[in-house]
């Protein structure tokens, strides 16, 4: 599985949009890559996935580099409730995810 | 609420002490996974099931835990003879199979179990 890398920690002030980087540079052809968030003390929520183009939901926005070598999520309007640890995942079968540290997203008023 | 359930929420036990966790998955969902979370660390995953099929187990199941899902539904994790390293948050998560390169998880919100 490729190995994913993110910075441990960033602020954002409220209203502004959170981008959140991954590097991801040995992913190969078929491996999807997938964004995740943990809120303290629950469970892990799935936000976005995507493998070649970006992709775009209610939640945000994934951007993967033409390479595919790495990919930013954007939270467009970053707001209180978006405090959390960001996972970014590459995955390209159907066992479980390897999650690493991920990346702690702190809100500001 | 169709999501993923599990129970309890929370065990606390003694050392030496079997405990068993339940996972209810999104009902039409034919995989489940166990993953294990300590604190500050990212999930790790521990088993998955395909149907009632346990496929894959990482080296991280010693053999005192054990996981059974016996009817391709809810699923049991029984750890046997707590020790105090396995205090931790216990994940379930869900998946309807897509193929082979999609595969959206959906995740409980866990079982802290502490022992004592």
């Known amino acids: 599985d490729a190995k994913t890398t993110q910075p441990t920690s960033m602020d954002c002030a409220e209203g502004r949009a959170a981008n959140l980087p991954c590097n991801h540079s040995?992913?190969?052809?078929?491996?999807?890559v997938y964004w995740y968030r943990q809120i303290h003390s629950q469970g892990p929520q799935y936000i976005i996935h995507?493998?070649?183009n970006n992709e775009t939901n209610e939640m945000a926005s994934l951007i993967i580099t033409e390479d595919r070598k790495s990919s930013t999520l954007i939270l467009p309007h970053a707001t209180l409730r978006d405090t959390a640890v960001y996972y970014c995942?590459?995955?390209?079968?159907?066992?479980?995810?390897?999650f690493g540290t991920g990346t702690r997203l702190k809100v500001l008023a | 609420d169709t999501g993923v359930s599990q129970d309890p929420r929370h065990k606390i036990t003694k050392r030496g002490q079997n405990v068993t966790f339940r996972c209810d998955p999104i009902?039409?969902?034919?995989?489940l996974y166990w993953y294990r979370q300590t604190l500050g660390q990212g999930p790790e995953f521990l088993t998955y099931?395909?149907?009632?099929?346990?496929?894959?187990k990482s080296r991280l199941l010693s053999d005192r835990f054990s996981a059974e899902r016996p009817k391709g539904s809810f699923s049991t994790l029984e750890i046997q003879r707590t020790e105090q390293g396995d205090s931790a948050m216990y994940l379930c998560?869900?998946?309807?199979?897509?193929?082979?390169?999609?595969?959206?998880?959906?995740f409980g919100p866990g079982t802290r179990l502490t022992v004592l």
């Open positions: 998560a869900s998946s309807l199979a897509r193929g082979i390169f999609y595969n959206e998880q959906f």
């Open positions: 040995t992913i190969s052809g078929n491996e999807y």
């Open positions: 995507g493998l070649k």
């Open positions: 995942i590459v995955r390209a079968t159907q066992v479980g995810y390897i």
């Open positions: 009902s039409e969902h034919n995989r």
């Open positions: 099931f395909q149907n009632e099929a346990q496929l894959e």
